[in-house]
């Protein structure tokens, strides 16, 4: 079955602590993207990867890293979590770019 | 600053009724422009797209209208079901990037 898996689904840690979420796609796409869902404010673009090894910034990247090294796989480390990041986080990804997106099921994220 | 923005958080419509949700945007740059929907516990589901060189683009039930002089993008839903409640969200793309709505919450009332 094609689909985006993401890992937990549900973590509550405090603040400082390492951690990742991870993010895996079945469908062979080039383009992977990480979003966080707030109240108000939509759907807002954190990281996006066109391709192996190329990563680039979206709309609030403060706070968060990604890597892309292989085509499947696309983690999203928080280094030090804070409250603020505090949300539901989707990862996404898409054939091409310009494709539509296919997204996972979410992490609900608490930082305490 | 919000790039696309969608005023109404919610709609209620009759069954068999259409359903109209709207989308102001403020960038000219973006590309082209699509609809998700998302029901709770799952992640968005793409609906339909629209290029912006087109003014219409219909899918079934589903057409979207794009109003490039106004910036201005609206989904048609004809006729409205009940399985059509959920959030939608409208969506832009330019510079490989993507700009989401805040959503509008849908209910179709049987």
């Known amino acids: 079955e094609a689909q985006v898996t993401q890992n937990p689904r549900y973590l509550i840690t405090v603040t400082g602590k390492k951690l990742t979420v991870t993010c895996s796609q079945n469908?062979?796409?080039?383009?992977m993207s990480w979003y966080r869902q707030d109240p108000g404010l939509g759907l807002r673009q954190i990281y996006y990867s066109m391709n192996v090894e190329v990563t680039d910034k979206g709309d609030v990247p403060e706070g968060y890293k990604v890597s892309r090294k292989e085509k499947r796989n696309f983690p999203l480390i928080l280094e030090s979590p804070s409250p603020n990041q505090t949300s539901l986080y989707f990862c996404?990804?898409?054939?091409?770019?310009?494709?539509?997106?296919?997204f996972g099921p979410g992490t609900r994220l608490t930082v305490l | 600053d919000q790039q696309v923005k969608q005023n109404s958080p919610s709609l209620s419509v009759q069954e068999g009724r259409i359903s109209i949700l709207n989308c102001d945007y403020t960038?000219?740059?973006?590309?082209?422009f699509l609809w998700y929907k998302k029901y709770p516990a799952e992640g968005p589901t793409f609906l339909i797209s629209i290029s912006s060189i087109k003014d219409k683009n219909e899918d079934g039930r589903f057409t979207v209208f794009l109003n490039k002089s106004a910036k201005h993008l609206s989904l048609h839903i004809v006729p409205s079901q009940p399985g059509d409640s959920a959030v939608y969200f409208c969506a832009a793309y330019t510079g490989n990037q993507f700009y989401f709505g805040t959503g509008t919450s849908l209910t179709v009332i049987p």
């Open positions: 960038n000219s740059m973006f590309d082209y």
């Open positions: 996404a990804s898409s054939l091409q770019v310009w494709n539509e997106q296919f």
């Open positions: 469908m062979n796409h080039e383009y």
